[in-house]
């Protein structure tokens, strides 16, 4: 009982996260495209293709983890998300990279700290909880669907 | 390999709403941008492309048909440009009302940080394409034009 909550905690937790993350983006999708190319890694090509598919991704998995669909694959692509954004934040924050999150917004939330690292630290271990409630067949087949 | 599918799909979906909002929203980020520059960068276009000194910028500066246009980030821009200079990013260009149509005869000069004519042309052969103007490449970019000490100013008002 207390795990389906937690569980069922997690999704909208993660679920609301993603639909606010996905709404700032989508604002303004070319500062969102500047926002990816300052981390100094993907070049301006490329950072545009990520700004064009990543905020509709985010909004199609977070509707999909509240509404409870599809939710082995969308904690699938939640996670890799995750791992990938912890990637990025902490490959910039030891290169000294003097520049904004970009997370939930373009006019984000400061630049990236520690504290930035601790908050999606803490969300990527939430997701993988998840993650694992799914696949470890602690949750009902129904939900899993 | 039921979940694959569903993550493919999941993508698929991500990309089509991506592609048609962003090819709506006024901000967005538009397909032909997307593509590499290859696929609308002609020979013919390239040959209109002319590449301009900083040197002869500077007597430009001083004429009233005459357009800089900054492609550098915002944070730049606002730190200092090349005085009378509008901050445009290449997504906004063809949009900009600010853009005037071709009977004012006005020139277009793009520069960047350094002057890499690889990123400007594509920028160039689109504006060549669409408002028909002569554009100019400024060779050796905003470092080279502050090497010479011309006139900067600053501001953020993009």
């Known amino acids: 009982m207390y795990k389906k909550l937690f569980f069922l905690f997690i999704r909208i937790v993660l679920g609301m996260l993603f639909i606010i993350a996905a709404y700032g983006k989508l604002l303004n999708p070319q500062d969102f495209a500047i926002n990816i190319e300052n981390y100094r890694v993907l070049g301006e090509w490329l950072s545009r293709w990520i700004a064009v598919i990543l905020p509709p991704l985010e909004l199609i998995v977070g509707i999909m983890l509240i509404a409870g669909v599809w939710l082995q694959a969308n904690f699938i692509i939640a996670l890799l998300l995750y791992l990938v954004f912890d990637i990025m934040i902490f490959q910039a924050y030891l290169r000294g990279l003097d520049i904004s999150c970009g997370c939930f917004s373009t006019a984000d939330s400061g630049p990236i700290d520690f504290q930035k690292i601790s908050e999606n630290i803490v969300l990527t271990a939430l997701t993988l909880i998840g993650f694992l409630f799914i696949f470890k067949g602690d949750i009902s087949k129904k939900e899993k669907a | ?158």
């Open chain 2, 1 to 158: 390999m039921k979940i694959l599918y569903k993550i493919v799909i999941i993508f698929l979906l991500s990309l089509l709403s991506g592609l048609i909002y962003n090819q709506f929203h006024p901000r967005g980020i538009k397909f032909h941008t997307l593509l590499p520059p290859q696929f609308y960068l002609n020979e013919a276009i390239e040959r209109q492309i002319k590449i301009l000194s900083v040197d002869s910028a500077f007597v430009l500066l001083t004429q009233d048909n005459v357009l800089f246009v900054d492609l550098r980030t915002p944070a730049d821009y606002a730190v200092d440009h090349i005085r009378g200079a509008k901050y445009m990013k290449e997504g906004n260009l063809l949009d900009d009302e600010e853009m005037p149509d071709d009977s004012s005869c006005l020139v277009v000069v793009l520069y960047d940080e350094e002057g890499n004519l690889e990123k400007l042309k594509p920028v160039a052969a689109r504006l060549i394409k669409e408002k028909k103007q002569p554009i100019y490449l400024l060779f050796g970019g905003y470092l080279e034009w502050l090497n010479k000490g011309y006139p900067v100013e600053t501001g953020s008002e993009f």
